[in-house]
């Protein structure tokens, strides 16, 4: 009996060890990080150029390549042609014309595929970029350099806002202001959600959208940086966090099921305001003669969270008074 399990064991070690990856996984738009790597070297290229050195496009670009000294990817030792492909032709051409405009990388020119291969070249395998290719941004033509700015001083001088660094280190990122007026420009439904009454502060630069979304993609659904939803909020938001002796069913379901995420005209961002909120899901009052329906019920269940207090009849009516 020992000995067949055994033999079983060998046999589908070998099984997983010697398969050959199912050919379609090769095709899926993600790819493996080798295969990425490889694909995008071809788009910096610049066929028959040579690398004429930095100094050299100082010569004509004087202004642009002082400011891009303060920039994020000057710091990091990245140089004008690792972006705009070997400029020997460029320069002999005198500069860019209609003619002359495969002989330098113009992001403005190329298309989205090709310009992001640039950035991708380099990119592709980072963390957060790597979601990119399941995400709803590169299926609608965008661009990396519409919400990065690579040249000069970046105007993400608060860079700390993002990752707990100095402020004044240059970024490629935005200050949190300009990262969410950005993304509010596209998405018109937050952009009045976040003038409504009760919202997060997105509006007042506290938080931007990128703490709950991933602007670059994901497979969490909506781009958020979690698949649970309850966790992404817990996050900031531990005070909730159980387990509580008693669970408010719908608390551990989700917290959309009574809140918005982005903004309400609602108190607490509530979905739907009280007491319609809770006559959802549960009946009006049993004894409405001794207890008044108010028009809010969390004025006696206050703890409408989860609560530790048991209630005199059974479980708990989540009354911590
Ligand atoms: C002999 C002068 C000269 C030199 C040297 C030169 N350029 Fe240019 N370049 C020009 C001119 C002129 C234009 C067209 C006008 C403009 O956009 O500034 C141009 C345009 C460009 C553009 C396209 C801008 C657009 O419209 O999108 C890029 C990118 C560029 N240059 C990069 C470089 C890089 C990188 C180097 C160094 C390898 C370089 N240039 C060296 C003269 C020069
Ligand atoms: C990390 C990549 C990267 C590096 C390095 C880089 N650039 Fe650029 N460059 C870009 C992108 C992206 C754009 C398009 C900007 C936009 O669309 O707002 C651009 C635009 C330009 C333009 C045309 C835009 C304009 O404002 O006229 C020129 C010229 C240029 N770069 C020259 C240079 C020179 C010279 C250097 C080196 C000093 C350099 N670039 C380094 C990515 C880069
Ligand atoms: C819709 C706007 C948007 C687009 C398009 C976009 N980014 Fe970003 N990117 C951001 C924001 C916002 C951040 C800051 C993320 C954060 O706060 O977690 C960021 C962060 C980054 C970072 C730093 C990640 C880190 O580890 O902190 C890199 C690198 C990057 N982006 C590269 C790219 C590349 C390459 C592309 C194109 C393939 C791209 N981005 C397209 C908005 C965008
Ligand atoms: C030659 C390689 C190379 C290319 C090409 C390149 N980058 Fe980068 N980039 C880097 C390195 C190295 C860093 C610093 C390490 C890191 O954050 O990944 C960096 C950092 C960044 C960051 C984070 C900067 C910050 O503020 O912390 C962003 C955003 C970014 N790059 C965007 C882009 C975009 C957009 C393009 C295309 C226009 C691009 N990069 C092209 C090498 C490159
Ligand atoms: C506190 C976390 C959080 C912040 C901050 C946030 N979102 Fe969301 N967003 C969510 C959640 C959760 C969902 C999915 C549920 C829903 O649709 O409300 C979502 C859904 C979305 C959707 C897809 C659904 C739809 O209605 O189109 C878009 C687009 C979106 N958010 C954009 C943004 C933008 C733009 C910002 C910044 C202005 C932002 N979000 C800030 C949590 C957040
Ligand atoms: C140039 C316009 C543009 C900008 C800028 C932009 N988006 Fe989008 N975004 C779109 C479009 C178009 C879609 C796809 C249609 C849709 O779902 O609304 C989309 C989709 C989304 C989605 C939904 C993904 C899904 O699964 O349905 C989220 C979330 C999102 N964007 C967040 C952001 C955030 C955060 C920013 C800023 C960092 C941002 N967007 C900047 C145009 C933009
Ligand atoms: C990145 C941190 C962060 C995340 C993630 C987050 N929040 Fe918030 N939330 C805040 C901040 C900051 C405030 C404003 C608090 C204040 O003004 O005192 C807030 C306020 C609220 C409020 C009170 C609004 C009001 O008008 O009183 C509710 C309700 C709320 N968040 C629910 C959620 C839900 C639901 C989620 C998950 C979808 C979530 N939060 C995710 C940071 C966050
Ligand atoms: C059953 C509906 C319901 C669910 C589900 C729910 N909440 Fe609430 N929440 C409320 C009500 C009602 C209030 C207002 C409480 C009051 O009136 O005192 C509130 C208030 C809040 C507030 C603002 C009050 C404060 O402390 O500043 C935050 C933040 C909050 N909820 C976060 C969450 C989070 C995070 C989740 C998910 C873990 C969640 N809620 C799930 C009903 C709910
Ligand atoms: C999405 C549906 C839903 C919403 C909205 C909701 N609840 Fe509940 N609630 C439940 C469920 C499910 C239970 C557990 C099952 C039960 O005992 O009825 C529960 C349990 C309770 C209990 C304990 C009942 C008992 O007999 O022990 C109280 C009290 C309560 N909810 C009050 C509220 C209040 C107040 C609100 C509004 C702020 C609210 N609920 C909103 C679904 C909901
Ligand atoms: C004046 C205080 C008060 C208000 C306002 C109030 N409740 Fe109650 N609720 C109670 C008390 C007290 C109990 C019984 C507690 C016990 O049995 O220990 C209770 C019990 C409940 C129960 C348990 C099942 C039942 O019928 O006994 C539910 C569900 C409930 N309330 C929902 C609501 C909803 C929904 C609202 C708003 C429409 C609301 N309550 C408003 C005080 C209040």
Redesign the pocket.
């Known amino acids: 009996m020992r000995g067949r399990a055994l033999l079983l064991f060998f046999f589908f070690s070998a099984w997983f060890l010697f398969t050959p990856p199912l050919p379609g996984k090769d095709k899926s738009k993600a790819g493996s990080p080798r295969k990425i790597a490889q694909d995008f070297s071809k788009f910096v290229e610049i066929p028959g150029a040579e690398m004429a050195g930095a100094e050299q496009c100082a010569a004509c670009h004087a202004d642009l390549s002082k400011g891009f000294r303060r920039s994020a990817h000057a710091m990091q030792k990245v140089a004008c042609e690792q972006c705009h492909g070997a400029g020997s032709l460029h320069i002999a051409a005198g500069g860019y014309s209609t003619e002359s405009k495969d002989k330098i990388i113009s992001f403005r020119d190329r298309s989205p595929e090709q310009a992001n291969g640039v950035c991708l070249s380099c990119h592709a395998k980072s963390d957060h970029v790597r979601n990119w290719f399941s995400g709803a941004h590169q299926a609608q033509d965008m661009k990396c350099s519409d919400c990065h700015t690579i040249h000069g001083e970046t105007r993400g001088k608060t860079g700390s806002e993002f990752r707990g660094e100095a402020a004044g280190i240059p970024r490629a990122i935005e200050s949190r202001r300009q990262v969410n007026e950005n993304c509010l420009r596209c998405h018109q439904k937050q952009n009045a959600e976040a003038d409504l009454p009760y919202h997060h502060p997105i509006r007042e630069a506290k938080m931007s959208c990128s703490d709950c979304h991933d602007p670059h993609g994901g497979s969490a659904g909506n781009n958020l940086k979690l698949s649970n939803t309850n966790d992404l909020c817990l996050g900031c938001h531990a005070e909730y966090q159980g387990p509580f002796t008693f669970q408010h069913a719908p608390v551990t379901e989700s917290c959309l099921k009574c809140h918005s995420s982005h903004g309400s005209p609602n108190q607490n961002m509530l979905s739907v305001s009280?007491?319609a909120l809770?006559?959802q899901c549960?009946?009006?009052?049993?004894n409405g003669a001794s207890?008044?329906?108010?028009d809010?019920?969390t004025?006696?269940?206050n703890a409408i969270h989860g609560s530790d207090i048991p209630?005199?009849?059974g479980g708990s009516?989540f009354?911590d008074k």
């Open positions: 009280q007491p809770c006559l549960h009946s009006a009052h049993h207890l008044p329906l108010v809010r019920c004025n006696c269940h209630s005199a009849t009516k009354i």
